[in-house]
């Protein structure tokens, strides 16, 4: 059976941490799933936003956290722009610090840095979802309704990771049935990523463009105040004849695709997005 861990990237700010709220999300998203498994992992960072990563403050909060309950951390990196890159190098290494024994993973999204993270420090190396480019979309009747292999693992794991050895690779439900039976996997566990699954991602984020003069919005990678942490965008609308959920979040959006199937072929984890979840606890209502 699959581990149950919990993907708090781009979802975990300071209140929640420093409220004591980790608790009650873990319990409220057992509760709603029928999850009776105990959380395996917590999985902290960003996968898309590299200002969302070098703003995060809350790292002792959550390794104190996952101390007391002797739950494991790993860490996940985006892609950092070149103006960025020396900051997101200097973060890595504050929280390896603050982080210790607790963090013993670390997902990386790019080549640059899978390179640089396995030259420079002995953690377990996990491949992010970035990695995976196949096509999805919930408008597409053909992508929503069919059955699609992640490409990148129908090829030899020596020539996509380029000698480094990979612990395991992070995949989005991107289809009903997403078929793993053809990967030339031997040693890399596989972990996918639900109930929501990313669509499309970018250096572009809108709710930074809130407070900024008009001739200052919608610049690639641009400062922010942490807008999101406030704002997200909910749709609900009939695609591929269903009602389907699509959330703009960030940089990023997702849509919910909880009917999704894995065949062919076992996943070592499950990472759950609490989306609904911290923004119901956040404010003490109804997500």
Known sequence: MAAFCLNLCEV????????????????????????????????????????????????????????KKEVPLTLTLPVFTQKDLEKGKEKVEEILTIAGDVL??????????LCYISSGYEKKLNMGRLFFKDSRDVRVRDYD????????????VEQWSMGRKIHAVELDTMSRYVNLGNCHLEDV????????????????????????ETEQKFRPNASCSMECAGIYEHYRRKFAERDTDVVRFGRTV???NNESRIVGKGIGRKLYFPLRE????????KA
């Open 12 to 67: 975990l700010y300071s209140a929640m941490v420093k409220e004591d709220r980790l608790d009650e999300i873990v319990r409220l998203v057992k509760k709603k799933n029928q999850i009776e498994e105990p959380l395996e992992r917590i999985y902290a960072g960003s996968s898309f936003c590299s200002q969302y990563f070098l703003h995060s403050n809350w790292w002792e909060h959550l390794v104190s956290w996952c101390r």
């Open 189 to 212: 566990e596989l972990c996918v990523h639900g109930p929501f699954c990313y669509m499309t991602t970018g250096n572009i984020c809108k709710f930074a463009s809130i407070h900024k």
């Open 104 to 113: 013993d993973e670390i997902t990386v999204n790019d080549v640059g840095m």
């Open 145 to 156: 309704k069919g059955e699609m292999t992640p490409s990148l693992l129908t090829h030899d």
């Open 254 to 256: 997702y849509y919910l």
């Open 278 to 285: 911290a923004k119901e606890v956040m404010r003490g209502g």
